[in-house]
């Protein structure tokens, strides 16, 4: 097999961080010798978060087996999502926001036309739909577990709790047409066709687009992790992916 040198966009301080935790880890369960030290566990795994590397390509230019790609890259995945925040944890940090910014995404998997509910008649394609929670620079404070595509922005967010706990503290929140009926906190724009809107409410729509906007930035800046243009995993792991991820994020930019 030929082997090229690649980059990855992400900085040393990326790589230090992760390698500081996996140190950490190799601590606490006593491992006393890997075929990789910390430093190239923690290049593997990013090289298959950002930038989707399979575990063949990774298992070739790092000179292991396939299976020992597949179990650095689920350790490092999983000491990254131990300490994800919670819901109520986010909310607690949104508290001294001004306000939030809710949206949710469809992340890509590869499933067929059979898996009836991962299919998301909105994106026309099967994917795994997580809500997020943002500040009002776009900052990423929360991402939920993995639901379904078929599910819908505000039967998902009302599953989370997401409305409730909002309300509870008090958080304003900002969110498309797609959170219509979320009630408590949570505003979106004025329905309707845009003749046919006073020019008030077109004037709301219109800021409040403004302030959207940067929630959907952050969502977009979330699938510059490549692996997260298609998932080819269980969808089970996908919800400990997107937290590994959330906790890389503030490390990343």
């Known amino acids: 097999m030929l082997v090229y040198p690649s980059g990855i966009d992400l900085s040393s301080s990326t790589l230090r961080f992760l390698a500081r935790h996996l140190r950490q880890r190799r601590r606490e369960i006593g491992s006393r010798w890997r075929r990789l030290a910390a430093g190239r566990q923690a290049l593997l795994t990013l090289a298959h978060l950002r930038c989707g590397d399979t575990y063949g390509r990774l298992a070739a230019a790092f000179n292991v087996g396939i299976a020992t790609v597949y179990r650095y890259i689920r350790e490092a995945v999983d000491v990254l999502a131990a300490p994800a925040p919670t819901l109520e944890q986010a909310v607690g940090t949104a508290a001294t926001k001004a306000f939030v910014i809710l949206d949710g995404t469809l992340l890509p998997i590869d499933r067929i036309a059979a898996d009836r509910p991962f299919y998301s008649g909105k994106h026309k394609k099967h994917g795994m739909n997580v809500q997020v929670i943002t500040d009002p620079f776009g900052r990423l404070l ?112």
Do not use: M
Not at 150 to 156: E, G, L, N, S, T
Not at 220 to 241: E, M, P
């Open 142 to 253: 929360w991402a939920s577990a993995a639901l379904p595509g078929a599910v819908h922005d505000i039967k998902a967010a009302r599953l989370h709790g997401i409305p409730a706990a909002l309300a509870q503290a008090g958080v304003r929140c900002w969110a498309d047409k797609a959170y219509q009926g979320a009630g408590g906190t949570v505003r979106v724009p004025y329905r309707g066709r845009w003749d046919k809107l006073s020019e008030g409410q077109r004037a709301v729509n219109t800021s409040h687009a403004k302030i959207r906007a940067l929630g959907e930035q952050a969502t977009a800046t979330l699938k510059t992790w490549r692996l997260l243009r298609k998932l080819r995993c269980s969808t089970t792991r996908i919800t400990t992916i997107v937290k590994a991820i959330l906790a890389l994020h503030p490390a990343a930019h």
